[in-house]
């Protein structure tokens, strides 16, 4: 589903990633662990094209995307889940999801969607029009989820969606990304919180400092107490 | 009564005219972090079209107005493709003094291509008259002012809150990163924008017109000052903020002219910076405003 082929990212003098190649299958979930400002989140920004990586190559479906831009990356089938949630405060719970579905043409699909994520989240239902800057965080990253969901997309990628929520908040998003995996969605998950991403990961790729240290099954890395204090702690 | 009446609408008409270009400058302001001072000189082109459509045989007034927006609209456009979008990314002072830059040239072409002096256009006067109310005479060029204003904010109010752009360029006034990742072409939310911007500044120009009689090269400029600053009183970015700007500019600059004796007409301006300071003093982010808030990491 998706490649990264050696993939460098600069800011200035500033590298944040270094050489950085990953690939994710269909219908797999993929883990991506470390520690804070070990280059995660470039990397996601590099993939959804928001960054300009300084070189390397990310493959789509066989399709190369490195120059493509962001908004043609999602129409391409990937959609990211910024880390913060970055919901649109100012609008509405159902104006953030009809937004997340802008890239489609068939109303009748989207309404069906809005639908069934209201069902899965009452909470979003009971406030559909209210402004989305008044939900708790836990709601947000809910709300943030489905509205990526929305344009239907083939992968998608999750930045830190523990970032900032309760630990039971933390263990119901999980579980949803469970459910997801289940369903058949390609999904790559950025994290801090190992123990959480580690549930229903496939395979892993621990990076600090910009560079990839270990990749393999999740159980490996569990063991592996040296690697999984070093690099993420906890 | 008469009197009350006539400069209730006075205040009304100039606080509409105000309110449609103070929009304009916000619309684009809400999402590109532009002060687009070039805003007048899109009135420009709007007017000098209408000027050259009737000197080469134009007569129709409803197709003077339909081309007075067009053209106002194409211009935003084609000033956003030629000069913002090559420095969109850059700083901000560089889109205000690249700004800067288009009106002065813009301003010339005008007084190179046709001439420094006035035009007369009179096309639209018809649009100016009488209309009498049983003992009432009221300036027909005012109330539809205010009815045309009134209209075009209504529209302007139901296309950002119905339609994807619309809401897109709601989203992009807080968050442009994030509308991109909607899979929403940064480019077409972009267009839209000056789009808009761009009709409101025609609908203002066709007003302009049709009151003056005449164009000149700088006929936009002072009124995008005023513009600014009903857009500060409002709220720099806040589109509601603009509109209730530019009516309370109206209100305070006529209210002046009536509470002033006839020899201190001249302090009217003045007084009304220092209201407008005094306000602000109270009130930094203006009326409607908000102070930004920035997440713990942008994008």
Same mark, same amino acid.
């Given at each position: 589903?998706?490649?990264?082929?050696?993939?460098?990212?600069? /800011?200035?003098? #500033?590298?944040?990633?270094?050489?950085? *190649?990953?690939? #994710?299958?269909? %219908?797999?979930?993929?883990?991506?662990?470390?520690p804070n400002g070990a280059g995660k989140s470039s990397t996601i920004n590099a993939l959804t094209g928001l960054v300009t990586p300084a070189s390397g190559r990310i493959v789509l479906d066989g399709q190369d995307i490195s120059r493509v831009r962001t908004e043609d990356r999602i129409r391409a089938g990937l959609t990211s889940t910024p880390e913060g949630r970055h919901?649109?405060?100012?609008?509405? #719970?159902?104006?953030?999801?009809?937004?997340?579905?802008?890239?489609?043409?068939?109303?009748? %699909?989207?309404?069906?969607?809005?639908?069934?994520?209201?069902?899965?989240?009452p909470?979003? *239902?009971?406030? /559909? %029009?209210?402004?989305? %800057?008044?939900? *708790?965080?836990?709601?947000?990253?809910?709300?943030?989820?489905?509205?990526?969901?929305?344009?239907?997309?083939?992968?998608?990628?999750?930045?830190?969606?523990?970032?900032?929520?309760?630990?039971?908040? #933390?263990?119901?998003?999980f579980d949803f990304i469970g459910e997801l995996k289940a369903e058949g969605l390609t999904l790559l998950v950025v994290e801090q919180n190992a123990k959480q991403a580690l549930r229903f990961a496939d395979r892993v790729y621990v990076v600090s400092a910009g560079t990839l240290r270990h990749s393999g099954p999740p159980a490996g890395l569990a063991d592996e107490h040296g690697l999984f204090n070093l690099y993420i702690g906890g | 009564m008469d009197y009350a009446l006539q400069q209730l609408l006075n205040a009304l008409a100039f606080g509409a005219e105000y309110s449609l270009v103070a929009l304009g400058l916000a619309v684009v302001f809400s999402i590109m972090g532009l002060v687009n001072f070039a805003h007048g000189e899109i009135i420009g082109v709007s007017a000098y079209s209408v000027f050259l459509a009737a000197a080469l045989g134009l007569t129709s007034p409803i197709v003077a107005v339909l081309l007075a927006v067009a053209a106002a609209a194409l211009a935003a456009i084609a000033f956003e493709r030629v000069?913002?979008?090559?420095?969109? &990314?850059?700083?901000?002072?560089t889109g205000l003094l690249t700004a800067f830059g288009v009106s002065i040239v813009v301003q010339n072409l005008f007084m190179l291509l046709i001439s420094p002096k006035p035009q007369s256009v009179s096309i639209l006067n018809g649009l100016n008259q009488m209309w009498f109310f049983g003992p009432f005479a009221v300036s027909s060029l005012q109330v539809m002012e !205010?009815?045309?204003?009134?209209?075009?904010? $209504?529209? $302007?109010? $139901?296309?950002?809150?119905?339609? @994807? $752009?619309?809401?897109?360029?709601?989203? +992009?006034?807080?968050?442009?990163? @994030?509308v991109r990742l909607m899979g929403i072409r940064a480019n077409r939310v972009i267009a839209t924008a000056f789009a808009i911007s761009g009709a409101l500044a025609g609908i203002a120009a066709v007003f302009i017109i049709a009151r003056r009689g005449s164009v000149s090269p700088d006929l936009g400029f002072s009124l995008v000052l005023k513009a600014f600053v009903a857009c500060v009183i409002g709220g720099f970015g806040s589109l509601a903020g603009a509109a209730a700007g530019g009516m309370l500019l109206g209100f305070i600059e006529v209210g002046l002219l009536v +509470? !002033?004796?006839q020899e201190y007409g001249g302090f009217k301006d003045a007084l009304t910076y220092v209201i407008?300071? +005094?306000?602000?003093? &109270?009130?930094?982010?203006?009326?409607?405003?908000?102070?930004?808030? !920035?997440?713990?990491k942008e994008i």
């Open positions: 589903m998706l490649t990264v082929d050696n993939l460098v990212v600069r /800011y200035g003098a #500033v590298t944040a990633v270094r050489d950085l *190649s990953l690939k #994710v299958g269909r %219908g797999e979930l993929v883990a991506l662990l470390g919901i649109f405060a100012n609008l509405t #719970v159902g104006e953030n999801l009809r937004l997340g579905a802008a890239t489609r043409r068939d109303p009748k %699909g989207v309404r069906q969607d809005i639908e069934r994520f209201l069902a899965l989240f909470v979003l *239902s009971e406030r /559909y %029009g209210q402004a989305a %800057g008044t939900l *708790s965080g836990g709601e947000q990253q809910m709300l943030a989820i489905a509205r990526s969901l929305m344009s239907r997309p083939k992968l998608l990628l999750l930045d830190e969606p523990s970032l900032g929520l309760a630990p039971k908040i #933390v263990v119901q998003i | 000069a913002f979008r090559p420095v969109r &990314y850059a700083p901000t002072t !205010l009815v045309v204003s009134g209209l075009t904010i $209504l529209a $302007l109010v $139901l296309f950002l809150n119905r339609s @994807t $752009l619309g809401l897109a360029i709601r989203a +992009a006034s807080r968050d442009f990163a @994030t +509470a !002033l004796p407008i300071v +005094a306000l602000l003093v &109270y009130r930094p982010e203006g009326l409607l405003g908000q102070r930004v808030e !920035l997440g713990d």
